[in-house]
Nanobody, 114 residues
Framework: QVQVVESGGGLVQPGESLRLSCAVS????????ITWYRQAPEKEREWVAG???????DYADTVKGRFTVSRDNAKRTVYLQMNSLKPDDTAKYYC????????WGQGTQVTVSS
């Protein structure tokens, strides 16, 4: 069974950067579109970014131009580089396939606050 571990979150000030990682074990990344989601307290889960097996990336309007998603299939890891972070980016971040085919990981908390 595929397991997903998200990491790299933390507490940062507005304008700073973080790089999240999504490490997959028990399976392969190769055929999948991988998606980053986030969920803030008392809000619904929100789609943030996705990357296809052909390396095509797409982003939510709220993060476009600030976030970059990438993948390393050999390392079975997907990354989310987050620059110019804002307080509204505060949430727990998760990754999964585009159709949510994997069991959800624990997520990684990102808190942006001065």
């Amino acid at each position: 069974q595929v397991q997903v571990v998200e990491s790299g979150g933390g507490l940062v000030q507005p304008g700073e950067s973080l790089r999240l990682s999504c490490a997959v074990s028990g399976g392969t990344l190769d055929p999948y579109t991988i998606t980053w989601y986030r969920q803030a307290p008392e809000k619904e889960r929100e789609w943030v970014a996705g990357i296809t097996k052909d390396m095509y990336a797409d982003y939510a309007d709220t993060v476009k131009g600030r976030f970059t998603v990438s993948r390393d299939n050999a390392k079975r890891t997907v990354y989310l580089q987050m620059n110019s972070l804002k307080p509204d980016d505060t949430a727990k971040y998760y990754c999964n396939t585009n159709y949510g085919e994997w069991s959800w990981g624990q997520g990684t908390q990102v808190t942006v606050s001065s």
